[in-house]
């Protein structure tokens, strides 16, 4: 199964979407958006970033844990991941998910 991304309206009227992968799991998300055109801009971004390894940056939580956030060319964060308390593998195991399942996943409206 293919990975997926799927846009929300938040309680605010606000969007944003998660990517998930096959299996059904996020492995990234978006900041909120004014309007859903918007958001769909964010999800092209992260289609055309998603294959660049040079745009991941690997960061530490408060707690430690590590999490990574994906930038656009310009250094703008385009989305983040959830920490992982699996360590840096389990984080680089996300990165390569996002790298597999973003640049062809379908976007679907929920």
Known sequence: MAGKF?????????FHFNLKAGNGQ??????MYESKSA???????????????????????????PYFVLKAGNGQE????????????????????VMNNAPDADIVDT
């Open 26 to 31: 996020i492995i990234l998300s978006s900041e």
């Open 39 to 65: 958001c769909e801009n964010g999800i092209e971004s992260i289609k055309k970033n998603a294959g660049d390894a040079a745009r991941y940056d690997r960061r530490k939580s408060s707690s430690g844990d």
């Open 78 to 97: 385009i989305g983040r991941s959830e920490t992982y308390q699996g360590g840096d593998a389990a984080m680089e195991n996300g990165i390569k998910s």
């Open 6 to 14: 799927e846009i929300k309206k938040s309680a605010n009227g606000k």
